[in-house]
DNA sequence: GTCTATAGTGCGATAGAC
DNA sequence: GTCTATCGCACTATAGAC
């Protein structure tokens, strides 16, 4: 993050990465598949707490509540002492077309992973994909408000009015 | 695309690719910015076909009616003589992780184009953002299932009922 | 069109942890 | 004694500079 903040992602070499981390570059591709996955790795914590409201809801929970949960439980991940290190990582991210497409990628595993995860409870489809969809969308887009300049609402704020304004959209 | 079917992708050089064009590698690089661009140029008349309908529509058409116009007009673009290409492109992409990288990319640059036309019609934040998500993703899904084995409801007919899919999710 | 840097892979050797 | 992390080295293809 140093590094590519400084010298930005293209400039900055797996050299000089494994080099600053104490390691040789072939270390540092059996740990990362590849130069950008080093910006994305370890999001797992962040994935359960996606599912973990969604297993805890009572059998019957529809679809739309299971994602209104999901996505307030979501919301702990960034709280706002997170929101300058995550503005850092985003600007890295934005400076750098690759890397906004690993992004889209690991977002559409997530919603992948959610989709199973409803289909898990009896869901059908399209419902569960449909549903699967709209969270990651809504999440997606709050965290980008949630960073924007001088915003200072909570994620979990900012992610409900969204799902709300989503829901406004479709019922005109 | 032969190439691809044959070998793939990752086992395809650049070098190959050139020589069976009847070109050398240095232009199809100055034609085509990465190796992956090549599956993915030229479909701006593809683009067009989800904004012509969204310039056509009355200044008072909601956000909504907007986008399943939009969904509509796409749908043109996959008659059905289109499908069995359509099909094999999908599983050329399918069976590389960097080609899904590159679609999800582009995906999202409609999203962005579509953001702006609904903009310029006056739709204020955030519904120009999530109606352009909402009409990307709809499609998306849709595609997919048109591709799917078995499949033989047209694009527009499967769009439409994602869509009404998406609606009764959102409004239980 | 030529040249070169860098990402990424395959295989093997070594050392330490349990 | 097996398992895992690191390293060394040779090699190829992409992609960019000139």
Redesign the interface.
Known sequence: MRLFADQGFEQTTVAEIAETAGLTERTFFRHFGDKREVLFAGQDDFLQLFIDPIDAAPAAT???ELIARSLASAGDFFPNERRAYSRARAAIIAAE?AL???E??KL?MLKLRLGEVLRERGIGE??A???A??GV?VFH?SFQ?WIAAGERRSMAQIAQE?LA???A????
Chains 1, 2 share one sequence.
């Open positions: 529809a679809p739309y077309a906004q497409e690993r889209l990628s559409a399209p419902a994909t449909l549903a969809e709209i969308m887009l408000q969204r304004a989503l829901t959209l479709v019922t005109q």
